[in-house]
């Protein structure tokens, strides 16, 4: 069983940055693929970005440009770097985690989740 820690969330004014964190638990954290997926109020679970294996990484459009996804397999946690936020990004964040070497952008594909962190961005 893995269990993914998040953190990092909070408010920040628009223009701002913020970083998250989500650490997991046991020694493969390496052969996952980690994803971050963001949920707001009345709306349905979306995919944000994805990290490869490899290192690659994907993007939803929205957040192109802005955000950047890394990993640091050596403490098994993986970043979401938020640049230049918006009102629009405010919600609650999800890492997860995909043992197929796979990549997706479904929720659906993903087995071990993190309790979420609120990201709420101010006028």
């Known amino acids: 069983q893995v269990q993914l820690v998040e953190s990092g969330g909070g408010t920040v004014q628009a223009g701002g940055s913020l970083t998250l964190s989500c650490t997991a638990s046991?020694?493969?954290?390496?052969?996952?693929?980690m994803g971050w997926f963001r949920q707001a109020p009345g709306k349905e679970r979306e995919f944000v970005g994805l990290?490869?294996?490899?290192?690659?990484?994907y993007y939803t459009d929205s957040v192109k440009g802005r955000f950047t996804i890394s990993r640091d397999n050596g403490k098994s946690t993986a970043y979401l770097s938020m640049n230049s936020l918006t009102l629009e990004d405010t919600a609650v964040y999800y890492c997860?985690?995909?043992?197929?070497?796979?990549?997706?952008?479904?929720?659906?594909?993903?087995?071990?989740w993190g309790q979420g962190t609120q990201v709420t961005v101010s006028s």
């Open positions: 046991g020694p493969t954290f390496s052969r996952y693929v």
């Open positions: 997860a985690a995909r043992t197929d070497i796979s990549i997706s952008r479904r929720p659906d594909l993903y087995e071990y």
């Open positions: 990290i490869s294996r490899a290192e690659n990484t």
